[in-house]
């Protein structure tokens, strides 16, 4: 078996997260939600697309409990902006960068990366291409 990327990531959100999301990853992130099937009753979720190949899909729930324990760290997202320009992206936008570093190993290699919180609680790190 060869895998060539991730294709979705499942996330719950509370049952009224659609806005919350919206606000955080298309208003501030610069992604896309992707909500007509989840609005037609079609799918119970809605998508933020990262790219052509890849979404997150978030799952409003009445159970929804925001992050207590450490079995889940983050989803690392790559982005085509040097981290500079990302950190001035978040901070125009009024995001709180919680982490920085400088040359974290993922799976293409070393690049800058910034870490920050969406709105449920979740840790997004925000990788530059390597």
Known sequence: MQASHIDHVNLNVPADGKQPAREFY????????????????????????????GVV?????????????????HLCIVVEEDIETVKSQLTEAGVDIEKELDSPLGATGVA????????????VELKSRV
């Open 26 to 53: 298309e208003q501030k992130l610069g992604f896309t939600i992707e909500d007509d099937l989840y609005e037609a009753g079609e799918k119970p979720f809605f998508d933020v697309r990262l790219s052509a190949t």
């Open 57 to 73: 899909h978030l799952w409003p729930t009445d159970d929804f409990e925001p992050q207590a324990a450490v079995n889940y760290d």
């Open 112 to 123: 800058g990366a910034v870490y920050v919180r969406d709105p449920f609680g979740y840790r």
